[in-house]
């Protein structure tokens, strides 16, 4: 298994202009998440989504959009980039056991710089 | 919603000594769970340990244990015999259960272990 992937793994970005970050699962996970961290601080939730076809707001989710068409992919996609989008943007992702959440795999994260 | 606090930016220690990090969270729920992630330079997050709310004992993993405090909402992270490889950010983060699995995160404490 190669657990979670992002692409790429480093990129810069003009202001303004537009990406998405791919995230790839190959353990079957339902749950799907995307963090930013920030220079210092800890991991804060953009977006997460509980299954195909199923997305919902994080605690920064301003200035990107998600979608889940199938189990494995949770793409981020970055509209009109500003410098405070500058940051390393981490997927993850959780199975869903016995009802319960359990511990979130990580990706090994995306560095994102905008100028 | 809740909130969780490192209050430690950074703690250095040596080989083979003790070292504790501590966490304090706020919440109003009674079910959760805690964990405790370290991300080393390569910048992977790696589950280090957890604890389930209902749970009185505390978790160990190895040479991490925890001591958890439900009425005082204190999480702290012990690492014993401190090995070169422990230099790293650890972040204390907090699930509640039946919240999809949403991680809130604490800044982080950098340990830096010293020959």
């Known amino acids: 298994n190669a657990g979670v992937t992002q692409t790429p793994k480093f990129r810069i970005l003009k202001i303004g202009q537009s990406m998405t970050l791919q995230c790839t699962q190959d353990?079957?996970?339902?749950?799907m998440y995307w963090y930013r961290q920030d220079p210092g601080m800890g991991l804060k939730l953009i977006y997460y989504?509980?299954?195909?076809?199923?997305?919902d707001k994080g605690e920064v989710p301003n200035g990107y959009n998600v979608s889940r068409s199938t189990t494995e992919d949770f793409p981020l996609r970055l509209e009109l980039a500003a410098p405070s989008q500058t940051s390393v943007y981490f997927c993850?992702?959780?199975?869903?056991?016995?009802?319960?959440?359990?511990?979130?795999?990580f990706g090994p994260g995306t560095r994102l710089t905008v100028t | 919603a809740q909130t969780v606090t490192q209050s430690q930016p950074e703690m250095s220690v040596q080989e083979a000594e003790t070292v504790t990090l501590s966490c304090t969270y706020d919440?109003?729920?009674?079910?959760?769970?805690l964990f405790w992630y370290k991300q080393p330079p390569s910048r992977q997050m790696i589950l280090v340990i957890r604890q389930e709310a209902y749970k009185q004992q505390n978790a160990t993993e190895n040479r991490f244990s925890v001591n958890f405090q439900k009425a005082a909402k204190s999480f702290s992270l012990k690492i014993s015999d401190s090995q070169l490889g422990d230099t790293a950010m650890y972040f204390c983060?907090?699930?509640?259960?039946?919240?999809?699995?949403?991680?809130?995160f604490g800044a982080g404490t950098q340990v830096v272990v010293t020959p």
């Open positions: 919440t109003s729920e009674n079910n959760y769970y």
């Open positions: 989504s509980v299954g195909a076809g199923i997305t």
């Open positions: 983060a907090f699930m509640k259960q039946g919240g999809w699995g949403k991680l809130q």
């Open positions: 993850a992702s959780s199975p869903r056991l016995a009802g319960l959440v359990y511990e979130q795999y």
């Open positions: 353990m079957n996970h339902n749950y």
